[in-house]
């Protein structure tokens, strides 16, 4: 395994390979089609370079672990907004989930639906290109529209344009008190509107899961303390026409309840195949009856449907038609080489997307294929 | 500031060129008399004008791809306009450039309140994005202080701003979608009503990127549900370091308001001269604005104003109604204005580092005093997107050139710190030099061979963004 423990050493790793290169930051996110290569890892990179409280605002080598982060911030009374998945117990991975690997990803959890993806909340990379050089984008300012926005670019990209060695975030004071909001036994269409009316509401929903195994459908609320007690006053005179709605209010239950969502830690110990769907919340019903899916989780208010299918069996062909895109996170690796993990695109896009590759990877060997 | 030579072949062949035109779009649509494409001469940066060789006004997706399919075998550059107000000169055209101008496409094509989206075409303006949805209690949060004229398809080419941004993000972090027309007439669409994307995020590429990888003809938009009330609070300071920390306080308390503008004293007398909204005598003034019931509202201002009085402030002001609302925005909303009537300025869109705010305007007091001309700050101090206002005299020889050049170094400032040079302008022609100061070689580099897949024979707005020496062999190949 390659390990450099700077930039400058990073990009002279990939100037002078000839080979493919497996890029690593944690490990912990084996997502896409299996890539060979020799295995470069991030991880000597590492440290949060820059935390400036006042500003919102912090920078990090690629390599720093995610928990060391969340731990730095937490300091502050502050946190990473998105609420990044932590796909071990999901994948079965060992090792520390990265910021590269986060951003590499577009790592975003249940507040995605109200705060904004791991994307959103990006405000500048530093990445070695398939070259071997040394490319910035954006910065560590709030709001920066000078030039291109490589940063979006960069994330969710999974290693396939360019090696990240530096990322910068806005970040978010961590709030005081937190509430879930319960409704037991609902269908999935009753959920997808209560979820639909509570997102709807000017209560400030900052979770809507739907958990049709459980029969739970959660929406979260977080704040100072008399605004939580408020709004989940509010929001439960919404969700009264859906059902007896009960209140959680201990923070340790109601984080633990969260993560589980974010983690999708039902489907961990079960067998099968994970495909992940982003559509229309209104889709997610009808998209889980065509799936004929074992088990099923809603996020995002319905928008973000979690599927647990058969053993190598393709998802599109039966929700074909619906708007959005479905990845297959979780399956074997012959699996992962015969059906595409990531959506295939329309002729056009994908001209799009090859001509970008060729551009920041000429020689095709950072991470190749994974997304292909 | 300098625009690259047109090229006579186009110029010999316009004829031509607006009969294939006409060929395509309605009669009208086709613009080319001398006295008419006049009205496309320039944006809102009027420093700068050039008549195009013509305007063409298409009616559909469909039009505007004929048009680029058209140019595209001419070899004609285009360039994109929403209604024209660039600050930075994004629709500035050049003789031998056709402008491709949104304002027919203002149609809303679809609204979904379940799923809080607004789909649109992009030649409808910002404000009535949201008057189509705020009868049903949503709105579209991106708020550009041009919000009256200026159209989404601009909003999206510059990644456009607001004051409210500090909470609710820019124009990227509100798009879900785009038709997109590139330079060759392909269309793609990019995103959806759902949630990020499942490849590479070429919506957020394009988001930001001045009209010069493609046209966005359609978008849309996320709609948020109101908020149940919001109101702001006054506060004055002795100095702008009192102020700058008592923001950095704020923030770092925990609380997050929709807005905290700033204004310093040539600004605060000014506005005060122009809008008698009552501004007390002081060095730095803070509007902080917050969001949510009654009961909510209280107790954010609770926290904020015991902040506020750790600063020894001049003055603290909470509007106890709407019309003291309303008057406590009234000065920071006709600043602009207030500018205008005393003097010709230039609005400067950098952005720095919070926690640099005194040192910043330390230095541009200094800079200022250097090059004789008065600077007025206004700006969003949560996210540190600050909006110099340099004063000249346009009519009074070699005042343009002066006030540019104070400008420069101002942005440069904003650089050397930590910052950057636009927060929510763009970089258009204005910036256009000053990006080596930004990027080295390889960012700009990087940058350029993005515009090469999308548009390679760099037809679509051509001249901006990039250091022309940058981009000379591009445009020419």
Known sequence: MLTPDSETELAEVVRTTDGPLRIIGGGTRSVGRPVTGEALSVAGLSGVTLHEPGALTLVARAGTPVAEVEEVLAGAGQRLPFEPVDHRALLGTEGQPTLGGMVAANASGPRRVQAGACRDFLLGVRFVDGSGEVVKNGGRVMKNVTGYDLVKLMAGSWGTLGVLTEVSFKVLPRTAEVATLRLRGLSDDDAVRALTAGLGSPFEVTGAAHDPQAGETMLRIEGFADSVAYRAGRLGDVLAPFGEVEVERDPEHVRAAWRRVRDVEAFADRAGDVWRVSVKPSDGPELARRAGAEAVLYDWGGGLVWLLTPEGRDLRPRIDGLKGHATLVRAAEATRASIAPFPPEPAPVAALTTGLRRKFDPRGILNPGLMD | MQMPEPNAAILSRKARIVERLRGVLSADAVIDEAHEVRAYECDALTAYKCPPLAAVLPSSTEEVAAVLRICHD????????????????????????????????????????????????????????????????????????????????????????????????????????????????????????????????????????????????????????????????????????????????????????????????????????????????????????????????????????????????????????????????????????????????????????????????????????????????????????????????????????????????????????????????????????????????????????????????????????????????????
């Open chain 2, 74 to 477: 001419e070899g004609v550059p285009v360039v994109p306009r929403g209604s024209g107000t660039s600050l930075a000169g994004g629709a500035l055209p050049t003789a031998d450039s056709v402008i491709l101008g949104v304002a027919r496409l203002n149609e809303v094509l679809e609204t979904d309140y379940d799923n809080r989206f607004i789909r649109v075409q992009t030649g409808r303006t910002n404000l009535s994005v949201t008057g189509a949805v705020e009868e049903n209690g949503f709105f579209y949060a991106p708020d550009p202080s041009s919000q009256l004229a200026c159209a989404i398809a601009g909003n999206i080419a510059m990644n456009s701003g607001g004051a409210h941004c500090l909470k609710y993000g820019v124009t990227t972090n509100n798009l879900l979608g785009v038709t997109l027309v590139q330079m060759d007439g392909t269309v793609v669409e990019l995103g959806g009503a759902h949630l990020d994307a499942g490849g590479l995020d070429l919506l957020g590429l394009a988001c930001g990127s001045e009209g010069q990888l493609g046209v966005v003809t359609e978008a849309t938009l996320r709609i948020l549900r109101k908020p149940e009330g919001a109101r702001p609070v006054l506060m004055g300071f002795s100095s702008n370091e009192v102020a700058g920390a008592c923001v950095s306080d704020i923030i770092k308390a925990g609380v997050l308001p929709v807005a905290i503008e700033f204004m310093d004293r040539p600004c605060i007398v000014a506005c005060e001269a122009f809008a008698h909204a009552g501004y007390p005598d002081c060095e730095a003034l803070l509007i902080v604005e917050v969001e949510g019931s009654d009961a909510e509202i209280d107790e954010q201002l609770g926290l904020i104003l015991q902040i506020a009085r750790r600063h020894d402030p001049v003055e603290l002001r909470e509007a106890k109604d709407a019309d003291e609302a309303g008057r406590i925005w009234l000065g920071r909303k006709s600043a602009f204005g207030a500018m205008g009537q005393i003097n010709d300025y230039m609005c400067l869109d950098g952005t720095i580092p919070v926690s640099e705010l005194p040192h910043v305007l330390r230095r541009i007091r200094e800079l200022s005093e250097g090059y004789g001309l008065e600077v007025a700050n206004v700006f969003h101090a949560g996210d540190g997107n600050m909006h110099p206002l340099i004063l000249f005299n346009a009519n009074e020889e070699g005042q343009l050139e002066k006030a540019e050049a104070l400008g420069a170094d101002i942005l440069r400032l904003c650089v050397e710190v930590g910052g950057c040079l636009t927060g929510e302008h763009g970089v258009g022609i204005e910036k256009r030099d000053l990006m080596a100061d930004q990027y080295a070689p390889a960012d700009l580099e990087a940058q350029m061979r993005v515009k090469d897949v999308f548009d390679p024979k760099w037809l679509l707005n051509p001249a901006k963004v990039f250091p022309l020496d940058a981009s000379a062999q591009r445009r020419a190949a």
